[in-house]
């Protein structure tokens, strides 16, 4: 009577691990033996114990959603010619307009109006509006 409760045991555990019923009987008696079985208990036990699926791995968790989609608004960095940006945090001017303020307050403070090869017409615009109104003159 021990031994058939040890052995039930170990076969829960196949059921634990979502083997089903029929999985778990083909898996005891596929196979026999040639020579025959001498202990059908240490046949069982050892059938239980050594082919005794690996339980499943934890499931990964879910995917963090994606980030929502920020809505477009209106760029504060010109007067000249509205355009839509889409902001990533709560700034209120696109790149190229805050690169274009940099500039301005460098164009100032040089006194020229060099421009790197890489200036967008739009950055070169904002930069000449914002450093002629810095100086005090109309844009």
Do not use: N
Request: one cysteine or more; glycine letters at 6%; a neutral charge.
């Amino acid at each position: 009577m021990g031994e058939a409760r040890a052995l039930a045991g170990k076969a829960a555990k196949w059921l634990e691990r979502g083997v089903t019923e029929s999985d778990l009987r083909h898996a005891l008696l596929a196979e026999r033996p040639k020579e025959g079985v001498h202990s059908a208990f240490g046949f069982l036990g050892h059938r239980l114990t050594h082919k005794c699926p690996v339980p499943p791995a934890p499931a990964a968790p879910p995917e963090p959603p994606p980030p929502p989609v920020r809505a477009l608004i209106v760029c504060a960095g010109t007067d000249a010619e509205e355009h839509l940006f889409r902001p990533l945090g709560d700034e209120t001017e696109c790149a190229e307009c805050r690169r274009a303020t940099a500039y301005a307050s460098w164009m100032v403070d040089t006194d020229t109006y060099d421009f790197p090869p890489d200036m967008t017409w739009r950055q070169r615009f904002v930069a000449v509006a914002k450093a002629d109104a810095l100086r005090g003159r109309t844009a």
